[in-house]
C-alpha cells in the first residue's frame, strides 16, 4: 500500500526552527517531485492545503513568497526522505503540514502539526 509519512512537527516559541521529515512507504520518494503543504486553523471542509514549497527529482526548489528565505526543501537520496527545514517560525505558520507527489497527488495523510507560539 503506498502513503506517505510525516514527521518532525512540534510546538516551539517564534523564532525558533523545526525540520519537518516525509518517508514513503509503497513508492521511491526520490523517482518523484514532492511538495510540502500545510492547513491554517480553521480547518474548512474542501478547503485543500496550501503550497508552501516543492522540490523537483532534480533538485530544483520552489517556495510559497511568505516562507522564502525562511523554509529549506531539501531530498536525501540515502534515506528516500524529503525534508523541510523551517527557521525563524512565526506564529502565521502555525499548521498542519502534509507533503505529497507534487505531480500526482494521492490522498492526504495525517500530516504533521506545527504550532509556534509564546
Known amino acids: 500500500q503506498v502513503h506517505l509519512v510525516e514527521s518532525g512537527g512540534g510546538s516551539v516559541q517564534p523564532g525558533g526552527s523545526l525540520r519537518l521529515g516525509c518517508a514513503a512507504s509503497g513508492l521511491i520518494l526520490s523517482s518523484y517531485a514532492v511538495a510540502w503543504y500545510r492547513q491554517a486553523p480553521p480547518q474548512v471542509p474542501g478547503r485543500e492545503p496550501e503550497?508552501?514549497?516543492?522540490?523537483?527529482?532534480?533538485?530544483?526548489?520552489h517556495y510559497q513568497d511568505s516562507v522564502k528565505d525562511r523554509f529549506t526543501i531539501s531530498r536525501d537520496s540515502a534515506t528516500d526522505t524529503v525534508w523541510l527545514q523551517m527557521n525563524s517560525l512565526k506564529p502565521r505558520d502555525t499548521a498542519v503540514y502534509y507533503c505529497n507527489l507534487y505531480s500526482y497527488p494521492m490522498n492526504w495523510g495525517q500530516g504533521t502539526q506545527v504550532t509556534v507560539t509564546s
Open positions: 503550497l508552501v514549497a516543492a522540490i523537483t527529482i532534480g533538485g530544483s526548489t
